[in-house]
């Protein structure tokens, strides 16, 4: 244990996970198996967007003549339909052509009046234009993105729109990372699963179904096993379960110091730990490493705690692996409306409530800030970022990690 690196800084221990990263797989999946993967090639356009000139108004289409005066009186030739070419329509000045928003624009055509500014005669035969036809109404072939073009690139964590984008540039499978299996293994012998009566001194176990919800909101598959006592045999097994069966593993519980902190004991004496602790409140008593060659991370028993450290060094850890830009981590600025304590050699995550008003968005900590109270964490909407040294007084501006 002596050259473990020991309580360090947060940056530090994202570097030093970062070194052991987890094993990658590629797979090509359907789009609608696509949302919140991460892309793991550059994504080109098999087409023009749009592939053709368009109109984006329903009206008329016409030829735009400088020399005209408005009102001006033009013949209907027919109605572009929403795709095809009409042979008929071949619009010349003095010529229209009803249109559809979409629909591609007649030979001849370049410019279009929206509905509401024409008038059409009672036999349906001519319009009476009331003002120019504008050409900004024609939506130009290839204007959004010209075929050939990198619209999406390696690592882009593919969001609703994203997903949109792909089928736009004409694909119909995109190729990304395999989910991650994350391994979920929470320990304590006080632990209950949710429904069964409980005993005195014993708790409901709720950080494995919080973290779950953090894999999947990551994008990538959560295995929550059973909860394990705190015994060398038991932990020894669930260890050595998940770790072949996932990609990550995850820990509840059991680094601390105490007697019954069994993770930090087995990896201290049959894993490979690469650091314990660092300088977060709350949430100083992670460990990383790697079990039997699977990367693991020891995280607090502390509900609160446990989220924490999800979100600022697991999360950071597969985005970076899979050189990926979401989901992303915003920070805000807000204005402290109540006072929060900080630890000064640690990054302090509070768990805040955001209200957005003129001066800006507000910051209020209406809530006790103990670690084991999700009740905080569940009703808050940020998570203050002090640095070590800020001290969180009222009226101070800081960054908040939006929830
Ligand atoms: P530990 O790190 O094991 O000492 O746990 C710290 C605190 O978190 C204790 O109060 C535990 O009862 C609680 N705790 C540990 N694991 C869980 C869990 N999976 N769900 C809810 N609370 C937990
Ligand atoms: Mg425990």
Redesign the pocket.
């Known amino acids: 244990m002596s050259e473990t690196p020991y309580f360090i800084q947060l940056d530090e221990a994202r570097a030093l996970c970062s070194k052991t990263p987890p094993a990658l797989a590629v797979e090509h999946v359907s789009l609608d198996n696509a949302h919140q993967r991460t892309l793991a090639a550059d994504l080109q356009s098999l087409v023009n967007d749009p592939p053709f000139d368009n109109s984006s108004m329903d009206g008329f289409a016409c030829r735009f003549d400088p020399s005209a005066t408005y009102p001006l009186t033009l013949r209907i030739l027919g109605t572009q339909a929403a795709s095809g070419e009409n042979p008929e329509l071949s619009v010349g000045v003095g010529d229209a052509a009803r249109i559809m928003t979409g629909a591609p624009m007649p030979a001849g055509s370049d410019a279009i009046l929206p509905i509401e500014m024409c008038t059409v005669s009672e036999d349906g035969k001519s319009v009476v234009l009331n003002e120019a036809p504008k050409p900004h109404f024609v939506r130009k072939k290839g204007e959004n993105l010209q075929e050939g073009a990198t619209a999406l690139i390696k690592g882009s964590y593919l969001s609703p729109a994203q997903v949109g984008l792909c089928a736009t540039m004409g694909h119909a499978t995109v190729p990304v990372y395999r989910r991650l299996k994350m391994g979920i293994i929470?320990?304590?012998d006080?632990?209950k699963f949710p429904g069964e009566p409980l005993l005195h001194g014993e708790?409901?176990?709720?950080?494995?179904f919080?973290l779950a919800g953090l894999v999947r909101w990551l994008g990538h598959e959560p295995v929550r096993y059973q909860?394990v006592a705190?015994s060398l045999d038991g932990l020894r097994a669930a260890l050595n379960k998940a770790s072949a069966e996932c990609d990550i593993v995850l820990t509840?519980?059991?680094?601390?110091m105490?007697e019954?902190?069994y993770?930090r004991r087995i990896m201290e004496t049959e894993g490979e730990i690469h650091f314990w602790r660092m300088k977060i409140r709350p949430g100083s008593?992670p460990l990383f490493g790697l079990w039997k060659g699977t990367p693991i991370f020891g995280l607090?028993?502390?509900?609160v705690?446990?989220h924490v450290v999800f979100r600022m060094l697991v999360a950071d850890y597969v985005r970076h692996a899979l050189g990926s830009d979401g989901p992303k981590e915003w920070t805000v600025r807000a204005k402290l409306c109540d006072r929060v304590k900080s630890t000064m050699d640690c990054v302090t995550l509070r768990r805040v409530e955001l209200v957005s008003t003129d001066e800006g968005m507000m910051a209020y900590q209406p809530k006790h800030q103990g670690?084991?109270n999700?009740d905080s964490l569940a009703s808050a909407s940020g998570l203050t970022m002090l640095q070590p040294g800020e001290i969180g007084e009222v009226g101070e501006w800081i960054d908040v990690v939006v929830l």
């Open positions: 929470s320990t304590g006080e632990l708790i409901y176990e709720s950080n494995s919080g909860a705190d509840s519980g059991g680094v601390s105490g019954f902190d993770v008593p607090p028993g502390n509900p705690s446990s670690s084991g999700l």
